[in-house]
């Protein structure tokens, strides 16, 4: 942890490569993906350098991912917690935002410049996914969020709001679609404070997005992905607009076509068990979770192939490293920190005994969620 690659620090020094060595692992190897993970959290590998950029992304994999399998005594709480607040931009007068910037946080120390001479911020790179990553880290080391300038994340968040309900993830900005909207609402819903964004606004925007054959694009007229979906189903969970597991209710109603939803997530079973994102497009991890939290909230996830969906989820299954476990992207390939999350995720809705349970509208667990 202290030295200059941790991963609470920069990392450029090349890790060296182990020789590729088959595991013999047949079931979920709880014991090697924990030291997957505290290998990240000790040494981020020079392959990341690239990622600087995420960084804290990159530490919401790792320390959320050691939480779902019970293993945060790997990690120094108070230590990540400073870590964590050394990166959220504060406003030099706290007031109603006449400037137009977002205070939230910086995803790494490339995107985060000193403040000018008079204590103002000369370039504020804060940014909603990485907003959206440091409050879910402090949630999951149980972080007091009292302590937390929530009321200037939440007013200045308005800035980033457009007219049509969308977000932008930066005040400059940049693209808006649904992956923002997401992180604004988790956001809102961890801070317990929706005054930073317009609800009503951001529904039409999601139902907006529905495409004619049930899924959801990442913006009106796109393509249905299994990425948009979910943002698109779990940001109308948090903000209240969706009950709960929808389809066991006696006289459901709803603001999206359900049925035509529930039918799109299910053919997106490949028939190598696991999920694609996309029609004619390979089954790839991460999608177990995009779409089987989709199918979690809905209240279908019974309706999958549950076995065949374990069985592709240990093809990926890092079997390259005795010691090291973790998950890639396709079947037999190597492992990397998104995928393994998200494999860690998926596990736990099929409910592996060695995981915790999944609060799926956050991607953190269930105790981390409602931790006060």
Same mark, same amino acid.
């Given at each position: 942890?202290?030295?200059?690659?941790?991963?609470?620090?920069?990392?450029?020094?090349?890790?060296?490569?182990?020789?590729?060595?088959?595991?013999?692992?047949?079931?979920?190897?709880?014991?090697?993906?924990?030291?997957?993970?505290?290998?990240?959290?000790?040494?981020?590998?020079?392959?990341?350098?690239?990622?600087?950029?995420?960084?804290?992304?990159?530490?919401?994999?790792?320390?959320?991912?050691?939480?779902?399998?019970?293993?945060?005594?790997?990690?120094?709480?108070?230590?990540?917690?400073?870590?964590?607040?050394?990166?959220?931009?504060?406003?030099?007068?706290?007031?109603?935002?006449?400037?137009?910037?977002?205070?939230?946080?910086?995803?790494?120390?490339?995107?985060?410049?000193?403040? %000018?001479?008079? /204590?103002?911020?000369?370039?504020?790179? !804060? =940014?909603?996914?990485? @907003? *959206? &990553? +440091?409050? $879910?880290? #402090?949630?999951?080391?149980?972080?007091?969020?009292?302590?937390?300038?929530?009321?200037?994340?939440?007013?200045?968040?308005?800035?980033?709001?457009?007219?049509?309900?969308?977000?932008?993830?930066?005040?400059?900005?940049?693209?808006?679609?649904?992956?923002?909207?997401?992180?604004?609402?988790?956001?809102?819903?961890?801070?317990?404070?929706?005054?930073?964004?317009?609800?009503?606004?951001?529904?039409?925007?999601?139902?907006?997005?529905?495409?004619?054959? %049930?899924?959801? /694009?990442?913006?009106?007229?796109?393509? !249905? =992905?299994?990425?948009? @979906? *979910? &943002? +698109?189903? $779990?940001? #109308?969970?948090?903000?209240?607009?969706?009950?709960?597991?929808?389809?066991?209710?006696?006289?459901?109603?709803?603001?999206?076509?359900?049925?035509?939803?529930?039918?799109?997530?299910?053919?997106?079973?490949?028939?190598?068990?696991?999920?694609?994102?996309?029609?004619?497009?390979?089954?790839?991890?991460?999608?177990?979770?995009?779409?089987?939290?989709?199918?979690?909230?809905?209240?279908?996830?019974?309706?999958?192939?549950?076995?065949?969906?374990?069985?592709?989820?240990?093809?990926?299954?890092?079997?390259?490293?005795?010691?090291?476990?973790?998950?890639?992207?396709?079947?037999?390939?190597?492992?990397?920190?998104?995928?393994?999350?998200?494999?860690?995720?998926?596990?736990?809705?099929?409910?592996?005994?060695?995981?915790?349970?999944?609060?799926?509208?956050?991607?953190?667990?269930?105790?981390?969620?409602?931790?006060?």
């Amino acid at each position: 942890m202290d030295s200059d690659s941790s991963l609470l620090e920069d990392s450029s020094t090349p890790s060296p490569s182990p020789s590729p060595s088959p595991s013999s692992s047949s079931g979920f190897d709880r014991d090697r993906h924990v030291r997957f993970l505290e290998m990240m959290y000790q040494l981020l590998p020079f392959q990341y350098q690239t990622q600087e950029i995420n960084h804290l992304t990159l530490a919401y994999f790792v320390i959320s991912g050691l939480e779902l399998l019970g293993a945060m005594d790997r990690v120094d709480k108070d230590k990540i917690a400073n870590w964590v607040l050394s990166f959220q931009a504060l406003p030099t007068i706290k007031a109603e935002n006449p400037t137009g910037e977002f205070y939230g946080f910086c995803g790494s120390r490339s995107s985060q410049f000193p403040p %000018g001479e008079n /204590g103002d911020l000369i370039h504020n790179g !804060s =940014h909603l996914a990485s @907003t *959206y &990553c +440091a409050l $879910a880290i #402090l949630k999951v080391i149980g972080y007091d969020f009292s302590n937390i300038d929530s009321e200037s994340i939440a007013i200045s968040m308005r800035n980033l709001q457009q007219s049509d309900g969308s977000f932008v993830p930066i005040h400059i900005g940049a693209e808006a679609d649904l992956r923002f909207i997401y992180c604004a609402a988790a956001i809102c819903y961890m801070l317990e404070n929706w005054s930073g964004m317009d609800k009503q606004k951001t529904k039409t925007y999601i139902l907006n997005c529905q495409s004619y054959d %049930g899924g959801f /694009g990442l913006t009106p007229g796109s393509e !249905s =992905h299994g990425g948009g @979906t *979910y &943002c +698109a189903i $779990a940001s #109308l969970r948090l903000m209240g607009f969706i009950e709960d597991d929808l389809l066991s209710r006696d006289n459901p109603s709803s603001i999206i076509n359900v049925p035509l939803l529930l039918e799109w997530c299910l053919q997106k079973q490949a028939a190598d068990g696991g999920f694609q994102g996309r029609p004619n497009k390979p089954a790839d991890t991460c999608y177990a979770f995009w779409i089987g939290s989709t199918l979690r909230i809905l209240g279908g996830l019974d309706f999958i192939d549950k076995k065949a969906l374990k069985a592709f989820l240990l093809t990926c299954q890092s079997k390259f490293f005795l010691q090291y476990g973790g998950f890639s992207k396709f079947p037999m390939d190597f492992p990397d920190l998104y995928h393994s999350y998200y494999g860690f995720t998926a596990f736990s809705l099929l409910e592996e005994p060695d995981i915790n349970s999944l609060f799926v509208e956050l991607g953190i667990t269930d105790v981390s969620a409602w931790r006060i």
